[in-house]
RNA sequence: GUCUUGGUAGCUCAGUUGGAUAGAGCGUUAGCCUCCGAAGCUAAAGGGCAUGAGUUCAAGUCUCAUUCAAGACACCA
């Protein structure tokens, strides 16, 4: 990385002048009129030195043009008030950066120590269709999978269906109060008997209690209703399946809580060993505050009065099982910022069983909104289902230009899939977002669109035209080809952030902007025309490049090339 | 009530962990197709980052208070 090889020249200077920093470090310049990198070091050292920084910059200055590398790096070395030191790349080692970048298939980008990881996204309950709401989860989800995958990561993704819960008694409730039978219950039903047998329960609470039982009898094997749960299960996951395959969001394992039951008895028996399971109320529950706690954290309700399990314990007890069959290094949640307080008690409970294996991590996603700020609603009240979305924005879509009606079927989905993805994946996983189906339909300016456009335009250049280069020469011709490749160089830097902070709209953003670099250089300069035939074939070698970048990095984004659009 | 998020241009959002002149898209205004795909490009107008105090050489980024909004707070997931 470009960021690394400035700092450890610069480490060299600052030895030398025996300067010291716990953290040396140089960045992408925010003044990009001003220099490339930039190194903000001066200050510190002026703090631990009592010097001015303009005088340790000027020392540093000096000290760098005694390093020989530095005549390779740097054009320019400045020193600017009140204490910035500015690098300016030359162009050679700009050049063989992206030479390197070329030669290999992940652009010699450096990976890390390979970890074996579970990944438990989407996390739709069966018995409820899916709806917008359960977008993000996909979405984001898919995205961090990749990008773990990209990095050499030994990746399992686990849809973990909520496939035993409550929701399962009240549809097998509903389904024998209204007599459908098993060979004819539709999808349909399961949809309109889930959120009507659901709002009378939060009337009705004998209705409540009947449907409780019914769960807790089917977690303990009552024949009839497992009969009943598979048929559920079957309809309700079919459909799933089909609406994940349309986003090309796929997984590894179709597991869900269910199949956390084997395992209950195994974790009743290691909290009792470790004496953590407490009577309360009938109930029992893990208590989990620990001694610095200042707030008071409610305990995981590990087993509900009339014998039940709840998430948390299959969440538990999932642990256990994953151990067992696929020894992660590490398990990665996504799931709705409502739900950080149940992550953080079973945490806790986990922590409390065995402090290391398994590392946890929750990463939450902020709520889809409507217009009004408040959680995405259709007029009618429910959350409009996904189906619906794909219809509408490639609707959209299809108005938005006479000739889209002739396009394929199949470069049809994967624009509205590039349409909702980007909308979705630039914005920060964490903040919760309006939903607005304007922007999602948007074919111009930031969105998906521009970038499988810039694609296009540019691979229709160079299938017109061969080069046959193995490098690039040491020039670099105008300023919006010396911004492109500079562009290019921050991939490393970037991709490596992105996967840090568990970040998709990191490369989403990067993406852009690359694209955006890429229409620049595109409208000043013409290939085709040129006569110039060595500037030709660098230009053709920069732009096969960049394209090559722009496949891969969509392809983190779970977005497809159309063939033309 | 306690806790958790969040408040950045008219609207929707970025903002690499504190740096030099706060960035995009949409919308508005003015330009660019006899030239590789105009779903594109160029330019202009438009915020000083909810408010107030503090820490720091340096704050949209850290601390505290106030305010507004959303969310969570044991037998749903």
């Known amino acids: 990385m470009i960021e690394k090889e400035i700092e450890a020249i610069l480490k060299k200077a600052l030895d030398k002048l025996k300067y010291h920093l716990d953290k040396l470090e140089v960045v992408v310049s925010n003044r990009k009129d001003l220099c490339d990198y930039q190194f903000d070091g001066c200050f510190a050292l002026a703090k631990i030195l009592h010097k001015s920084p303009l005088e340790i910059g000027e020392n540093i200055i000096e000290a760098l043009k005694e390093e020989k590398e530095s005549l390779d790096y740097f054009q320019e070395v400045q020193l600017l008030a009140p204490g910035f030191i500015n690098f300016t790349l030359t162009n050679a080692i700009i050049n063989e950066k992206l030479n390197n970048m070329a030669k290999d298939e992940k652009f ?56 035993y819960g409550l929701q399962i008694g009240e549809v097998i409730f509903g389904m024998k109060e209204k007599n459908i039978s098993l ?15 659901s709002s009378r329960c939060k009337e009705d609470e004998e209705l409540k209690e009947k449907c ?29 399946l089909r609406i994940y395959n349309y986003l090309d969001v796929h997984f590894d394992l179709w597991e869900g809580e269910s199949n956390a039951y084997p395992y209950i008895p195994k974790l009743t028996k290691k909290l009792e060993e470790k004496q953590l399971l407490t009577e309360s109320n009938g109930a029992r529950v893990v208590y989990v505050n ?40 590490r398990i990665i949640y996504i799931a709705d910022s409502r739900q950080s307080m149940h992550f953080e008690t079973f945490f806790r409970a986990w922590k409390k069983l065995d402090s290391q294996n398994p590392k946890l991590e929750f990463l939450s996603f902020g709520t889809v909104n409507g217009t009004d700020g408040k959680p995405f609603k259709t007029r009618a009240g429910n959350s409009p289902k996904l189906d619906s979305l794909f219809k509408e924005v490639k609707t959209a879509f299809l108005n938005s230009n006479t000739k889209n009606e002739e396009m394929k079927e199949n470069d049809l989905d994967i624009i509205v899939n590039a349409i909702i ?7 920060n996983r964490e903040k919760d977002y309006i939903f607005d189906i304007a922007k999602f339909s948007s074919v111009v300016g930031k969105t998906g669109p521009y970038i499988l456009y810039t694609y296009l335009r540019i691979a229709s250049i160079l299938k017109k035209e061969k080069f046959y ?31 840090d902070t568990r970040l998709p709209s990191v490369l989403a953003n990067y993406l852009y902007d690359l694209c955006v670099n890429m229409n620049a250089f595109y409208e000043k300069n013409h290939i085709n ?15 096969t490049l960049s394209n090559r970048m722009i496949k891969s990095m969509l392809e983190l984004l779970e977005i497809n090339l159309p063939e033309r659009m």
């Open 108 to 163: 010699n980008i450096e990976m890390p120590e390979q970890e074996t990881i579970v990944i438990d996204y989407g996390g739709p309950n069966i018995a409820k269709p899916l709806h917008v709401g359960h977008l993000r989860s996909a979405i984001v989800g898919e995205s961090i999978k990749r990008m773990l995958k990209y990095m050499g990561h030994h990746v399992i993704a686990d849809v973990h269906l909520g496939d």
């Open 183 to 197: 060979e004819e219950v539709t999808l349909e039903d399961l949809e309109t008997i889930y959120p009507e047998i």
């Open 212 to 240: 409780a039982t019914i769960t807790k009898e089917l977690q303990e094997e009552n024949k009839e209703y497992q009969k009943y749960y598979q048929k559920i299960k079957e309809l309700s996951s079919n459909d799933i």
């Open 290 to 329: 620990e001694e610095q706690d200042t707030k008071e954290l409610p305990p995981l309700l590990y087993q509900k009065q009339n014998g039940a399990y709840l998430y948390g314990t299959t969440d538990l007890a999932t642990i256990l099982e994953r151990v067992e069959n696929y020894h992660p290094d």
């Open 421 to 427: 993805k980007f909308a979705d994946l630039q914005n």
């Open 469 to 499: 280069l193995e490098n690039l020469n040491k020039e670099i011709y105008d300023n919006t080809d010396r911004e492109l490749r500079l562009k290019m160089i921050e991939l490393e830097n970037t991709l490596k952030y992105a996967v």
């Open 529 to 543: 025309t040129l006569e110039n035939k060595e500037k030709k074939e660098n230009w053709l070698f920069l732009l």
